[in-house]
């Protein structure tokens, strides 16, 4: 099966070229942004129809999410209409997708976890272009899943777990928000997720979303005083509220992600948030 794998350089598509290479049943194909832009529809389609791709795990997103406030255009290129021409692209070929997306689809109003059959209701632009970007895998007839996560994390890019570490470094105390609650995601994780999926064949032939981000819960105040803990760095965290860090992007209080529907449809185990943290700051002090 030929497999691409689009926004191949962000955190789950180097965590996914990680994960796969011992896939030999599989040819994956990565391309990042500059090789494989996917607002351009003839682009998409001539690369798909060329090489004979029957799935591709979409990993390409505009995730700045303040920027995205006034950088509208471009959020919407790649979070809704990038995923138009993959969706129109596989139409042609009989295609898959396994769509990336976010819990920034919830308005975070409620105080139990999200299950996938609730009313969606974005604050801010990135988190209405990416669920124009699920409407459109969900409209098409093309057989696919979107999964939604979050607080993603990783030692490869940009993200939080980076950040704490060298500010911690950096500075003798820290204040960190703790009025937002999620569950923090290690993009190894989910890459595995991914290519289970792959292993099993259960993508259906019609469209569902499924949640997945580690198990348990946390603020970010909680998640920065776990990595200082498991980072071995001795910096103060304070806790502060979200209004004494306003940013240009209002963002879900409380966006915990039920995820037992993909636990039993899948048979999968998900670790811990705080295992996985350790697991991911071991690998980023190798």
């Known amino acids: 099966m030929n497999i691409l794998i689009t926004g191949a350089n962000g955190q789950l598509g180097s965590e996914i070229r990680e994960v796969s290479k011992n896939e030999t049943k599989y040819n994956f194909m990565f391309e990042g942004s500059k090789e494989l832009d996917i607002t351009k529809s003839q682009l998409v389609e ?12 979409n990993c390409a997103a505009y995730t700045a999410v ?27 070929v ?27 209701d974005p604050l801010g632009v990135y988190g209405k272009t ?3 970007g699920e409407e459109y895998v969900l ?12 607080w993603v994390y990783s030692s490869f890019g940009n993200n939080f777990v980076k950040t704490m570490l060298r500010l911690g470094k950096e500075r003798e105390k820290l204040g960190v928000i703790f009025d937002q609650i999620g569950s923090p995601t290690y993009a190894r994780d989910l890459a595995n997720v991914c290519i289970e999926l792959l292993k099993e064949d259960q993508i259906d032939d019609h469209s569902k979303i499924y949640h997945y981000s580690n198990e348990g819960i946390a603020s970010w105040y909680d998640f920065a005083k776990a990595v200082m803990l498991y980072g071995g760095i001795d910096c103060e965290v304070n806790p502060i509220e979200t209004k004494e860090y306003p940013t240009p992007a209002k963002r879900p209080n409380y966006s915990v992600m039920n995820k037992a529907k993909i636990k039993k449809d899948f048979n999968i185990e998900i670790p811990y948030w705080r295992d996985s943290l350790k697991e991911c700051i071991k690998e980023l002090q190798k």
């Open 46 to 57: 001539d690369y798909i129809i060329t090489n004979k791709i029957e799935l591709v795990i």
């Open 66 to 92: 303040d920027k995205a406030e006034s950088d509208v255009n471009k959020a919407n290129q790649v979070n809704a209409n990038g995923v138009k021409n993959l969706v129109f692209a596989l139409e042609k």
């Open 94 to 120: 009989g295609g898959k997708i396994i769509h990336i997306s976010t819990d920034y689809v919830f308005n975070g109003e409620n105080f139990t976890p999200y299950n996938e059959s609730q009313d969606v």
């Open 130 to 132: 990416k669920r124009e």
């Open 139 to 150: 409209n098409s007839d093309i057989q696919g899943i979107i999964i939604r996560t979050s």
